[in-house]
């Protein structure tokens, strides 16, 4: 039943130009808290910035793990994705994790429809239609597959429908549309798999919350959208 849903939204937001990123012209500015075991400890920001027919999405990440006052795990990235004519034309990052350097740079490839990725761990091509895993577009549910923005690794996923939710965030309350993404390679090390819980708002799409365990509880909640 979840999947005969499922294929019914997808069908609705793609009518409605799914495929295309016109849903967040009203948006400008998207930030999040970031929490570990309900903890805040960073902060993921969006800005949008337009020109003409050119949509530039710009990044930037920045969290630390302290403990008695001494840094455990710090982490900072950067990125920007560029949209022409409200499609993917070009994605690049810079991520600094726990002093480990790593980048990604993915190019559309129009006439063989393709990506060109470079990234710290894949290089190579990815289907046309898969997707940069930034979670603020929520046409990742339809895609098969998802590139880290962190290393260019290409991520085959499967797609579960959870149902409607209403929740509440910093006294506000959302009524949303929740997803999970899964590895769909059940062989990868555990590590290495996907398993995420995100939120969309059902009327604006917008990203309202992403949940997932690894070495605890960690959760993005929408903070400011403008």
């Known amino acids: 039943m979840k999947k005969i849903i499922l294929?019914?939204?997808?069908?609705?937001?793609?009518?409605?130009?799914?495929?295309?990123?016109?849903?967040?012209?009203?948006?400008?500015?998207?930030?999040?808290?970031?929490?570990?075991?309900?903890?805040?400890?960073?902060?993921?920001?969006?800005?949008?910035?337009?020109?003409?027919?050119?949509?530039?999405?710009?990044?930037?990440?920045?969290?630390?793990?302290?403990?008695?006052?001494?840094?455990?795990?710090?982490?900072?990235?950067?990125?920007?994705?560029?949209?022409?004519?409200?499609?993917?034309?070009?994605?690049?990052?810079?991520?600094?994790?726990?002093?480990?350097?790593k980048y990604v740079n993915i190019k559309l490839d129009k006439q063989n429809k393709s990506l060109n990725i470079d990234g710290s761990s894949y290089k190579g091509n990815a289907s046309i239609d898969t997707i940069v895993g930034t979670w603020w577009n929520h046409e990742i549910v339809k895609a098969k597959a998802q590139i880290s923005a962190i290393s260019g690794r290409v991520i085959q996923q499967k797609v579960t429908f959870i149902g409607k939710e209403q929740i509440i965030i910093n006294g506000k309350t959302f009524n949303t549309l929740r997803f999970n993404f899964k590895s769909a390679d059940e062989s990868l090390p555990k590590n290495k798999k996907l398993n995420t819980d995100v939120w969309y708002d059902e009327k604006t799409y917008l990203w309202v919350k992403a949940a997932f365990d690894k070495t605890g509880h960690w959760e993005y909640r929408i903070k400011t959208y403008k």
Request: aromatic content about 18%; hydrophobic content about 35%; proline content about 0%.
């Open 7 to 101: 294929s019914i939204i997808i069908f609705i937001l793609s009518s409605n130009g799914w495929a295309h990123v016109e849903h967040y012209s009203k948006f400008n500015y998207l930030e999040y808290e970031l929490f570990r075991n309900n903890q805040s400890i960073g902060y993921h920001k969006y800005d949008f910035e337009r020109s003409n027919e050119i949509l530039k999405i710009k990044s930037e990440v920045n969290f630390k793990i302290t403990k008695l006052g001494v840094d455990l795990y710090k982490y900072f990235a950067i990125s920007e994705e560029i949209y022409k004519n409200n499609e993917f034309f070009k994605f690049s990052s810079k991520t600094n994790q726990n002093k480990k350097e």
